[in-house]
């Protein structure tokens, strides 16, 4: 099962992630997927904030796009937990994810030192007196292969 959902995007970062996966043969689905898994791996360096969502900067008219994409549920899941922890909307998680570790993913497909990241989810709900403390469980898995996969 896949969910749509749509994020607003800075043109340049458009134009980034669609010469990547022109350059690569990666969908820019699988770019972005790999980039916030990157992301959600690297979150134990990052500083814990106490506060409200941030947003990403406003984009002035007629430099930004809407882009849709049709996520996995275990992909959409981490997407919306990373936003809660990370304190950050998605759309900007994926703009710094851009702009963190675009290269470094391209950089790896180019020299075919590529493992494509598995991510296993799950969340779970336990009873403590009358609250709810809930698990997020992000246990993201290299495989074997090389490449991701590539444009049909």
Known sequence: MSFQTSFYIHIDNYVKLSNAATRTGAT???LIIQMMYKYAMDYTKMQIEQRTVQYQPMIIKGS???FRI???EKD???FTDMRKVMKKSVSYLI????????DIIVSKILKQLF???YLIHDSAGEKVENLTKWHLIW???KSTSKQPPRKQ
């Open 115 to 117: 493992n494509y990241t």
């Open 76 to 78: 959409y899941e981490l």
């Open 64 to 66: 930004g796009k809407i």
């Open 95 to 102: 703009a710094l994810a851009i702009e963190k570790y675009l």
């Open 139 to 141: 246990n993201l898995n």
């Open 28 to 30: 820019m689905q699988v």
């Open 70 to 72: 049709a996520l996995p």
